[in-house]
């Protein structure tokens, strides 16, 4: 049963189409992947299914009475509210029902009135049936699965970061246990061991869901069929993730043969058109001219913008790049024990530990960007860093990435910061767009394409793999390894520090082991 029919779908902003009649079904039971490289409206596509956006044409019709939930991170929260208190109003309906019977059952205890006391009854039940009294160990099983304890209960969401926000926003979610679950990135700012639990979670969950990511291995684990939204059209695959990758190798491979066959058949009709149009075998020819006028078009098959990375290297002769010793950091109190390590020439080093532990706050620390609380971090006299923070916050996300690039290095001709940012993978319509308008995945390019303007020995990354596709990612992961300096990487995907990090800080249990 189709519990979403989306038919003749196109959808374009300004001058870019993103897809072009598109039709596919989201059935009872199924949990959908959404595929594609960057900036080709995998977010815009969720935003017209819950009415967000509206399409240029087409149908977007859900079953009637189906209860969708989004992962909005963008949500209005008020002021003040808690982080408990927010998940509560994942059963505001609930707590206003039960407020409602406990009213009744005080009016009847002064009027003795047997149908306020039946009213009542019949709200009772309907709170046992959702397990209203069940509720609060559900929120805990929530809190736990997701790692929110180390956020903290009467944390205010106002204070949180963006990676917090996005985890309660998501237990909220899904505690509303809705029929279709419709997640964006939703492994973002998740680390391993919360990853793994929301992977169990959604294999347990009996109704249907849509979820975009680039994590591959996530979508593997969770997905029984897959969509590919590339060059204007969306198709659907059934199976696994990577059933569905070796489907559309087969797909695209079909019509790469169809279209090599279709354009000899022009070319031998072109010439027989060419020579014959105006001699004795003339009838033939405008006979193959509108045939051939006639003929339905088999499109070229595309290849994706490949993105390359190269940053710029600054020789440095110092054997300690790094030294951290007994570095506390923390804001209000210490995050963490204090920290010692070293980095020495060439090394390469990730950070792992759950989000939340205090990672950025780490790496902030060590960059002077915010005050320790005791110890010490000196980089070599001679280090140039070139640091790339995770959030996506611009002065002005009206500004084009042109402009913004143009403002930070005024002598550099635009012709250069087109060609870094066409390595980069965003074409030259991007580039003039406001950078508000561009997609996680996009406006993070501008933000590594800005890294590669000037020469740098010790490169420091804060989760530089989010929102970005899985080629955009491996050819990040090639430029680091490339990089002949220092570098530290922070990553929820471990993959990524495969064959890359030379070792490995647990931020967790500040020790360092080898990789």
Known sequence: MSLLEVE??????????????????????EHMGIVGQNGVGKSTLIKVLTGDELPLSGSVKWQRGVHVGYLDQYADIPEGMTLIEFLHTAFQDL????DRMTQLYTDYAETADDKLLE????????????????????IERIITGLGLDDIGRDHEVAQMSGGQRSKIILAKLLLQNPDVI?????????????????????????????????????????????????FGKITKY????????????????????EYEKQQVKIEKTEKFIAKFKAGTRSKQAKSREKQLSHMDLVDPPSSNIQATFNFPYEDTGSQNAL???????????????????????????GFEGFNGVGKSTLIKTILGLIKSK????????????????????????????????QAKYEKLPQKAIRTKLARCGLDAANAMKPIGQLSGGEQ?????????????????????????DEETKEALKDAINKFPGNAIVVSHEVSFYDGLADKVLNVEKLSLKNQ
């Open 374 to 405: 005791g110890g010490t971090a000196e980089f070599s006299p001679s280090a140039k860093v070139s640091y790339f923070s995770q959030d996506l916050e611009w002065e002005n996300d009206q500004e084009t990435p042109l402009k913004i690039i």
């Open 444 to 468: 993070t390019k501008v933000k590594l394409a800005m890294m590669e303007f000037e020469p740098s020995n010790f490169l420091i990354l804060d989760e530089p793999t989010n929102h970005l």
């Open 119 to 138: 009213r009542a009854g019949r709200i009772q039940e309907e709170l046992e049936a959702n397990n209203f009294y069940d509720i609060e160990t559900e």
């Open 8 to 29: 003749d779908l196109s959808m374009a902003f300004a001058d870019k189409r993103l897809y072009d009649d598109a039709s596919f079904q989201l059935n009872k039971g």
């Open 323 to 349: 030294v951290v010793d007994h570095l506390s950091v923390g804001y209000n109190r210490p995050l963490l024990k204090p920290v010692t390590f070293s980095v020495n020439t060439d090394e390469k080093v």
């Open 182 to 230: 419709l997640l964006d990135e939703p492994t973002n700012y998740l680390d391993v061991a919360h990853i793994a639990w929301l992977v169990d979670y959604l294999n347990n969950f009996e109704g249907a869901a849509m979820v975009i990511s680039h994590d591959y291995d996530f979508l593997e684990k969770v997905t029984n069929c897959i969509i590919n939204v590339a």
């Open 95 to 98: 707590y206003d029902k039960n």
């Open 238 to 257: 059934r199976g696994s993730f990577k059933s569905a990758m070796r489907q559309r190798t087969e797909r695209e491979e079909a019509q790469r043969k």
